[in-house]
Structures are given as structure tokens and as C-alpha cells.
């Protein structure tokens, strides 16, 4: 039987870093007030809607536009934000679709942008989803489940070349070879179809030293698997970018990764951004060529103990932000 859970959603819910985020966003918000606009939010991620629910009562003339691709969170989300009318508008799409879907709602630009990527709670916590690989269900994955390939059709149809690669890229698993050969062995007698089949598999070839030392010997294989089947990295290479299109003048994007192949593609797409486009050796720089983005944040910030005290699942966030500082071209 499906495991629901059936607690309102603002208890089953601890938006991660959600001070953090709402005051770097009320910079991008104060430049709307300021300019004699109404303030735009789009939460690309919307997830349960946690951070949007705070935006939207800290900040009484915000209108929010929460976007994701699930459509249960959207539906949970909406009973969740409700009591804000019309100011929220919820859009089924994924976040490098940010420009089309202000467009879609007659809203011409951005003053902050919030993405918080990676697997969301609900998608973890619906056991049915198959995200998890603490207990048995399909083997899924799929962040919309209307549409694409499941983390079972990859299990059953990949050659061992491919999950190979997979497995060692977005995972970053040393065994990549060992597991991706035995999955294939595995599934000549039947098909992998759930989640516990495929962690038996795995722990099979995966040293019983390196699981103590490491975490859950499926840990790495699953995530993996989760970028592949929903194209993670592919649609983050081209979100970034997108998003920053979107903003205003004096607006801001805020984002929260959670390992270090997506504050890779966040890091390099904020910095080309940052700096003059001037070529070198150029005696002047043009307007066109002077930086579009200021970064807002050191490095990568990180939770504090108190963050992560407050919702486990913070401790390995990493925080960029920018605001646009140029108009756009």
C-alpha cells in the first residue's frame, strides 16, 4: 500500500536556510520599491512551498511565482498558499523555463529568484516515488511523473558502459564499474523493478569497509540515478542563465545546491556574469561589457550548527547569490 503522509504540509515541511534566503531576496525587493514597481518572487523550486509562504507574508505586495515540475507539490503547495489569492500563481514547468513563465503570466520581469535544487522533501518522504532508498517501492525517480523514462527503464535498458559513466559522474562513486556490472548480471535473470532490488544489488559489490566509512552504499548510485533520469544537470546548466535574463535591475537570485556538481554549473554561471566582457587588452570598457551581476556572498556559505539543528536535511546545502547591477541588454 502507498505511504502518505497526511500532516499539514507546513509540518512536514522545514524550509532549508529560509532566513538566509528571505533576507537576501528583500535586497531585490527594496530595488522594486524603489524603481516605483511592484514586486516579482519566482521560487523555481517550489517544492511544499515553505519559502514562498514566508515571502509572502513578510512582504505584503509581493505576487509570487512558484514554479515546479511535480505536480503533487504543486497541489500541495496551492492548499498551502491559498490564503494569498491571487498573489501566488503556481505554474507546472520546469525552472529553465523561467522566462517563458513570466511570460505566460503577463509578468515582465523578476526582482528575486530563489532556486533550492536537488531532491525535495515531499519526493523523499512519498515512499512510492522511489527516491528513497531506505525502503522498498517502484523504482521511479521521476520528478514529474507525467512524463520521461523512470529510474527503472535505466537500470534494465543502460549498457554497462553507460551506467558506468552515470553511476561514476553524477554519483562520484568508486565503484561505479563493480555496481553497474552487477546490475546488468542482476537483471539477465528479471528485471530490477523496485528500490530494494536494486540496493541489494548494489550492496553486494560495495566492501562492507567502505559502506561504514562512507554511508549508505546506495547513496551515491541513487543520486546518480536521480540527475540522469530527470536531466539535472542539463537543466541547470541552462536555469542559471535563464534566470539571471529574468531579473531587474537591483534584482536578485538566490541559490541553494547540495553537492558540488551543481555549485559547480551555479558557481561558473554567476562569475561569467561578474566580470567585464571587454576583451583583452581593450582600452575601454563599453557599457555593453561591464559586469551584469554582483556576487552577493562569500564563496559558498554554508549552514550553521543552529540551521542544521533545525532541519537535518540543511547540512550540506551551499548558498550562492547575485544581484543584477546592469540593465539588461
Aim: net charge negative; proline share 6%; with cysteine.
Amino acid at each position: 500500500m502507498p505511504q502518505h503522509d497526511d500532516r499539514p504540509t507546513s509540518e512536514r515541511h522545514v524550509p532549508v536556510l529560509l532566513d538566509r534566503c528571505v533576507n537576501l531576496l528583500a535586497g531585490g525587493i527594496e530595488a522594486a520599491h524603489d524603481a516605483g514597481r511592484s514586486p516579482v518572487v519566482v521560487d523555481a523550486t517550489l517544492g511544499m512551498g515553505g519559502h514562498s509562504e514566508a515571502i509572502l507574508a513578510r512582504f505584503p505586495d509581493v505576487t509570487l511565482v512558484g514554479v515546479d515540475r511535480d505536480e503533487q507539490a504543486l497541489a500541495l503547495a496551492g492548499a498551502r498558499l491559498a490564503p494569498f489569492g491571487a498573489r501566488a500563481r503556481l505554474v507546472h514547468a520546469v525552472y529553465d523555463e523561467i522566462p517563458e513563465v513570466l511570460d505566460s503570466v503577463g509578468l515582465p520581469g523578476a526582482d528575486g529568484i530563489l532556486m533550492d535544487l536537488g531532491v525535495s522533501s515531499l519526493q523523499l518522504d512519498e515512499r512510492e516515488r522511489g527516491f528513497a532508498y531506505s525502503y522498498d517501492a517502484p523504482l521511479d525517480m521521476r520528478m514529474d511523473t507525467s512524463r520521461g523514462h523512470t529510474a527503472a527503464d535505466v537500470v534494465n535498458t543502460y549498457s554497462v558502459e553507460d551506467l558506468t559513466r552515470i553511476i561514476r559522474a553524477w554519483g562520484e562513486e568508486k565503484f561505479a564499474g563493480r555496481i553497474a556490472r552487477n546490475i546488468v548480471a542482476v537483471r539477465a535473470g528479471k528485471p530490477i523493478e523496485t528500490t530494494g532490488e536494486l540496493v541489494e544489488a548494489i550492496r553486494a559489490v560495495v566492501p562492507a569497509a567502505a559502506a561504514r566509512s562512507g554511508g549508505h552504499p546506495a547513496k551515491r548510485t541513487f543520486q546518480a540515478l536521480r540527475i540522469e533520469v530527470n536531466e539535472e544537470l542539463d537543466v541547470l546548466e541552462r536555469a542559471v542563465p535563464a534566470a539571471v535574463d529574468s531579473l531587474r535591475l537591483g534584482g536578485r537570485i538566490v541559490v541553494m545546491s547540495y553537492h558540488s556538481l551543481e555549485d559547480k554549473i551555479v558557481k561558473a554561471a554567476l562569475q561569467a556574469r561578474s566580470r567585464s566582457s571587454a576583451p583583452p587588452g581593450f582600452p575601454v570598457e563599453l557599457e555593453e561589457h561591464k559586469p551584469e551581476l554582483k556576487i552577493l556572498t562569500k564563496g559558498t556559505e554554508v549552514p550553521t550548527a543552529e540551521e542544521i539543528a533545525e532541519n537535518p536535511r540543511a547540512a550540506s546545502a551551499r548558498l550562492r547569490a547575485a544581484q543584477r547591477i546592469r540593465e539588461r541588454s
